[in-house]
């Protein structure tokens, strides 16, 4: 998966788009069991807090998603990420990569967004067999039952959205090659697919302000995240790089 470059004590993957596909694709075909998840501000202010997040996170291939882990990485080694490899974008171009017929799961967000994303997603890669296993409203109770279904379908791709860090806690504490090969932690990607909630236009995309963006049409849930936790995860950005030392995610502060 060439180099890392480690956020906060997190290795996050630095690969370009084309370099990203094809290490995924050879890791379906290979049958290789890999999780999969994303790296921005918000998450690695989450793992800075929760020890095991952040434990969790060693297991994963982490890939970066979005403007903060690209200042991050020009603060910590003098460049960014070659790309944004953001779950929203990586994961639909990833299966329109793969020509091969897949059998792809959506597990998580609700169950009218979870159709909704199966749908748009025949859409983008109709030689793929979509399937929603559950949405990410369960109990304790019915896990058993939804990890058995998972045995049975082996998916070789399983989209799990429901939020972080419950996505890759999950994922960690439920899941081995008996039950999927790719499962990646999604966070909202079912519920942009849905169209439940709206994307930025492309050209605040390409800008690197998709932030802004969120933070306008949710300002109630996602003002903490942004104007407190991205000040935040700089001044932690900052300390590691004038200390000199590797500040661990999940370490006493």
């Known amino acids: 998966m060439g180099c890392t470059k480690s956020i906060l004590g997190i290795p996050v993957a630095s690969l370009s788009w084309d370099e990203a596909l094809l290490s995924l694709t050879q890791l379906v075909r290979d049958r290789q069991f890999t999780k999969i998840t994303f790296l921005n501000a918000h ?18 291939l982490v890939l970066p998603d979005g403007i903060g882990v ?19 974008d990586l994961v639909p171009g990833l299966l329109k990569a793969i020509k091969e017929p897949l059998t792809v799961g959506l597990l998580g967000a609700t169950r009218e967004n979870a159709e ?8 983008l890669a109709p ?42 806690l999950w994922i960690a504490g439920n899941l081995d090659q008996r039950h999927c090969t790719l499962p990646f932690a999604v966070g ?17 995309r390409k800008s690197r302000l998709e932030w802004v963006f969120r ?13 407190v936790g991205n000040p935040l995860f700089l001044w932690r950005v900052m300390r590691q790089k004038l200390t000199g030392k590797e500040i661990l995610a999940g370490a006493s502060r």
């Open 215 to 227: 933070f306008v049409i949710e300002p109630g849930r996602l003002w903490r995240r942004y104007v």
């Open 188 to 204: 909202a990607l079912l519920d942009f697919l849905s169209g439940s909630v709206p994307r930025a236009p492309l050209w605040v």
């Open 116 to 123: 909704g994303a199966c749908k748009r997603l025949r859409e």
């Open 127 to 168: 030689q793929h067999k979509i399937v929603v296993v559950h949405d990410g409203f369960f109990s304790t109770a019915e896990e058993p039952q939804i990890i058995e279904r998972l045995a049975e379908l082996r998916p070789d791709i399983l989209l799990v959205a429901m939020g972080v860090p419950r996505q890759e």
């Open 43 to 60: 998450n690695a202010n989450i793992a800075c807090a929760d020890d095991g997040f952040a434990a969790a996170l060693g297991d994963f």
């Open 70 to 88: 690209d200042i991050a990485a020009k603060l910590l080694y003098g460049e960014k990420f070659p790309a944004n490899l953001n779950g929203t």
